[in-house]
Structure formats: structure tokens, C-alpha cells
């Protein structure tokens, strides 16, 4: 058996491993990256870039929707051509993928298409498409191989062959109602959406609210701009069985009701891709929730393997793997940056889209923190009434006596570009005075936390 030997082997390139090995390679050493077939990674490929280049077009959809409320006549009957919306979301992917590519080869890397699997530490098999075999060694390495959807094992499910975040995205035409099983933030995205789109929605979630992870009265607010766009909610239910018969799914539910629908998207969740790739030889172990175990400085229990990205347990967004390598970078090279305390903003892109970033009012009251909440409807702003977009609402957690924003959830127009504001504020540690005193171009949304945190809006 030959080995090839690399100073770094990759295997997967998500966001953390691709960005290393080009980084690494571009300085001269000698790197292989083993991805099975997405260049670019999911990201690009299946997740973040093509459903917002969707969202996007749903809306524009709404918007032209709404053209004579701004004065302009003419596109009365706006509607979808899901040929067109699918031609320009793969012309956006493709563009990336092969600036990707380029991008890859360029740094000198041995970009190596196959199925990499461990067969001893520090050492793959990769098996390409055509059957051709390679065997891969690095002085250092690092697994990225990210998450699946998970399709749950109700009865019949399997059967029904769901659409997954994955498969939804190769529809040649839009179902006339889909039922989506999951309230988290894949499902909601999905279900804002296509309902702009024209296509009947229900929506279950088994919990009592959508969105689990944020306040109630967040997660309210966003399923009551949901519920305006037509998606039915149905919360507090479980689906028990599912079938299929003459073209529509049935879901049966465990209050004993029962929704049908032309389609059905499974959303509840994702599951890291481990299976397969020989971890036991490698000496990798993995933790209780089947994430590849690592360490505050993302080792893995192998001597000179690290891990990143959703396998490693980090929060599951593109940024916080970028971050990952970031971190990877410095802690090959001997470094120890930790992943402790890091300050991971996100966004829930359903219309009008929700900017995260700190603690939620509860996670700061069971820590047990003194707090304010400011809160304010989004059309305090006068910005928003300029664009004539009124849905939402801003809500802030401020700390008694030191006066720091401990977090913000921001619902409204634009708010995956003022969350970073607040992230910036947070990261310089600026109290909210200092945020509400600056001085904020007029009139932008990022102006409005000028009142969110003015005594109107703030309780005392
Ligand atoms: C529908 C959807 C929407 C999302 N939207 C957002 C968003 O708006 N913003 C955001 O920040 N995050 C979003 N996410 C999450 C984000 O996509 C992930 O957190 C991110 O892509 C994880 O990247 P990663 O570095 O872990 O690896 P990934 O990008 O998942 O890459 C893993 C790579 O490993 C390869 N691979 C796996 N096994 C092997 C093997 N044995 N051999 C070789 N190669 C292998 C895979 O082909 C893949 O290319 C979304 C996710 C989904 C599903």
C-alpha cells in the first residue's frame, strides 16, 4: 500500500477545513483535502446561499405584491416561475462552486474527490467515484465533515420519501400545500417562504412555541408574521404516522387530528456525518450527542487530530465554523485559542427576518442576572416607515448596574445587518448609553436602537 504523506490532510471541506487547507497550502506546505462531492461545502451548495437567494425572490414577490401601495402601477399580477427562480438560485451556486474550485487549486492544494475513510491514525482511504483508491497521510489533520437532515422513524415516514432542507431545493414545480414537520429555524425559513410563494403551508411544532431557543414572546411574535402570510401553526403536536395515497400526504397527529397536504418537508433537525468514516481507527472518540468529541481548542482525543464545523458540535452556522478556523489556524501552529465565550451572532431569515446575538431574557434570568428589557415595535422606526415595512419588534436585555447589553433579539426589516452593530457594541464592551448616544446616520434601522434604548422604550 502507498501512503502519500501531507503536511495537512482535510477531510470534508466545510467552511473551517477548506478555508485552512487553502491557507495552509497557499504558505507552501503540502496539503490534501478530501471532499465526496459538494465543492464548496454545504453552505454554498444545499443550505445558507441557495435558500437566501430564495428568500430573496419570495420577498420580492411580496413586495411587487404591494407596488401600487409605493406608487408604482403595471405588476399588479406578480408570480412565481419556479424554471427561472431555480435557473438563477443554480446560477448563483454554480458561480460560487467554481470560484471555489479555483480557489482551491490555485493554492496548490491536491484536492482529492472521494470518500475519505480512516483506516489508521492519522491515515485515510479514499475511495474516488471511478473506484480508484488512495491512501492519505498527515502529520496533521482535521475532520469537518459536517450534518445530514435527520429523518425521524415515525411510522411510514421513510415510506412517504419526505423532501428534506436538501431534496426541496430540486422541486421542478411548487406543491399546492406542504405540511412541514419542525418549527426550528430550517422549518420556519421554509414555511415564510413558500407561503409568500403561493403554497398552502402548515407548520407543526412539537413544543409549545416555534423556535425553542428563543424568548416566547420572540418566538410569538415571529409566528404571528408567519400566521399574517398564510402559514397555519399548529403548535404543541406530534406527528405519530404518515402515509401517502392518490398524490397527497397525510400526517396523522398525536391530539388525534390529521393534516394533509401535496407534500410533506421533514425539519427537525440535522445529524453529523460520522458514520462511515472509521473514527475507531483513528482513535477519535465521539461524545454522548455522536458529535466528534473535541476540547476547548478543538482537539480531538487523537495526538495531532483536530475537529470543526456542525461535526464538532459547534453552534451550526457557516460563521461560527469560520471561526473554527480561525481558531484552528493559530492552534496548529501551537496557539490555544479556545472556542469558550465566544460571542456567535445568528439569523432566522423568515420575512421580516430575526437578528440574534447574546443571551435571551430568560437565559439571562436563569443565570440569574439583574436586567431591564427594552422593547419597542418596529414601526417606532422611521426608517421602516419610509420602506413601509412595519412588521416586528425589537427587544434588548440590559444588565443593572453595569449597564452592558447582555443580548438583543431584533425582528424587522434588515436585522441580520443591525444585529452586527450590537454585536460590535457588545464586543467593545460599550454600555447602552453609549450605543443610544452615538451619533447614527438618519434614516437607517440601526438608528432605531437609539430608541430602544431611550427611556421610552427601556423600563426603568
Ligand atoms: C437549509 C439550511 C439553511 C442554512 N442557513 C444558514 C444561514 O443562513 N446561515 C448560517 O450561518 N448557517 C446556515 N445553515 C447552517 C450551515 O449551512 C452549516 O452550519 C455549515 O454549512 C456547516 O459547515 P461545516 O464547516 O460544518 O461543514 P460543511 O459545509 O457541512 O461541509 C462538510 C463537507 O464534508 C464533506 N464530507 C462529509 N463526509 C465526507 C467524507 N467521508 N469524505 C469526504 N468528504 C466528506 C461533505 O460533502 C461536505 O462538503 C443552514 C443549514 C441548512 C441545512
Not at 437565559?363 to 419597542?376: L, P, V, W
Given at each position: 500500500m502507498d501512503i502519500e504523506d501531507f503536511d495537512l490532510l482535510v477531510i470534508g471541506g466545510g467552511k473551517a477545513g477548506k478555508s485552512l487547507a487553502m491557507d495552509w497550502a497557499g504558505a507552501g506546505q503540502r496539503v490534501a483535502m478530501v471532499e465526496r462531492g459538494m465543492i464548496g461545502g454545504t453552505c454554498i451548495n444545499v443550505a445558507c446561499i441557495p435558500t437566501k437567494t430564495l428568500v430573496n425572490s419570495a420577498r420580492l414577490l411580496a413586495l411587487t405584491r404591494r407596488a401600487t401601495e409605493f406608487g408604482i402601477t403595471g405588476a399588479e399580477t406578480p408570480a412565481i416561475d419556479l424554471t427561472l427562480l431555480r435557473e438563477r438560485k443554480e446560477s448563483v451556486v454554480s458561480t460560487m462552486v467554481a470560484g471555489q474550485r479555483k480557489s482551491f487549486l490555485d493554492s496548490g492544494m491536491d484536492l482529492v474527490i472521494g470518500q475519505a475513510r480512516f483506516i489508521a491514525p492519522r491515515t485515510v482511504q479514499v475511495t474516488g467515484d471511478d473506484g480508484t483508491l488512495r491512501t492519505l497521510r498527515g502529520t496533521k489533520v482535521v475532520i469537518n465533515t459536517g450534518m445530514v437532515p435527520f429523518v425521524p422513524d415515525i411510522p411510514g415516514m421513510r415510506a412517504v420519501t419526505p423532501l428534506t432542507s436538501t431534496t426541496i431545493l430540486e422541486l421542478e414545480s411548487l406543491p399546492a400545500s406542504i405540511v412541514i414537520v419542525g418549527g426550528g429555524y430550517i422549518g420556519c425559513e421554509f414555511a415564510s417562504m413558500l407561503s409568500i410563494m403561493g403554497v398552502a403551508v402548515t407548520l407543526l411544532q412539537r413544543g409549545p412555541s416555534l423556535l425553542p431557543r428563543e424568548d416566547a414572546d420572540v418566538a410569538a411574535a415571529v409566528a404571528t408574521a408567519m400566521k399574517n402570510d398564510g402559514v397555519t401553526i399548529r403548535l404543541g403536536v406530534e406527528a405519530t404516522s404518515v402515509s401517502r395515497a392518490s398524490g397527497s400526504v397525510s400526517v396523522q397527529l398525536s391530539d388525534g387530528s390529521e393534516v394533509s397536504a401535496g407534500d410533506i418537508l421533514v425539519a427537525v433537525g440535522r445529524v453529523p456525518v460520522t458514520d462511515g468514516l472509521g473514527l475507531d481507527a483513528a482513535g477519535v472518540e465521539l461524545n454522548d450527542r455522536a458529535l466528534v468529541?473535541?476540547?476547548?481548542?478543538?482537539?480531538?482525543?487523537?495526538?495531532?487530530?483536530?475537529?470543526?464545523?456542525?461535526?464538532?458540535?459547534?453552534?451550526?452556522?457557516?460563521?461560527?465554523?469560520?471561526?473554527?478556523?480561525?481558531?484552528?489556524?493559530?492552534?496548529?501552529?501551537?496557539?490555544?485559542?479556545?472556542?469558550?465565550?465566544?460571542?456567535?451572532?445568528?439569523?432566522?431569515?423568515?420575512?421580516?427576518?430575526?437578528?440574534?446575538?447574546?443571551?435571551?431574557?430568560?437565559?439571562?434570568?436563569?443565570?440569574?442576572?439583574?436586567?431591564?428589557?427594552?422593547?419597542?415595535?418596529?414601526?417606532?422606526?422611521?426608517?421602516?416607515?419610509?420602506?413601509?415595512?412595519?412588521?416586528?419588534?425589537?427587544?434588548?436585555?440590559?444588565?443593572?448596574?453595569?449597564?452592558?447589553?447582555?443580548?438583543?433579539?431584533?425582528?424587522?426589516?434588515?436585522?441580520?445587518?443591525?444585529?452586527?452593530?450590537v454585536q460590535m457594541a457588545m464586543l467593545g464592551g460599550l454600555t447602552y448609553q453609549q450605543l443610544r448616544d452615538a451619533v447614527i446616520a438618519h434614516p437607517t434601522m440601526s438608528e432605531g436602537l437609539q430608541l430602544l434604548f431611550s427611556d421610552a422604550f427601556l423600563e426603568q
Open positions: 468529541k473535541v476540547d476547548e481548542f478543538l482537539q480531538t482525543t487523537a495526538d495531532g487530530v483536530w475537529a470543526a464545523g456542525d461535526v464538532a458540535g459547534s453552534p451550526q452556522f457557516t460563521h461560527a465554523s469560520w471561526n473554527d478556523f480561525r481558531i484552528l489556524k493559530s492552534n496548529l501552529a501551537g496557539g490555544s485559542w479556545s472556542t469558550r465565550g465566544r460571542l456567535i451572532p445568528y439569523c432566522v431569515f423568515t420575512t421580516p427576518e430575526l437578528g440574534r446575538v447574546g443571551m435571551s431574557e430568560s437565559e439571562a434570568r436563569a443565570a440569574g442576572r439583574e436586567i431591564r428589557i427594552a422593547s419597542m415595535p418596529v414601526a417606532a422606526i422611521p426608517r421602516a416607515r419610509t420602506v413601509g415595512e412595519l412588521a416586528g419588534h425589537w427587544k434588548a436585555v440590559v444588565e443593572r448596574g453595569t449597564d452592558l447589553i447582555l443580548g438583543v433579539s431584533l425582528l424587522g426589516h434588515e436585522s441580520s445587518e443591525v444585529i452586527a452593530v
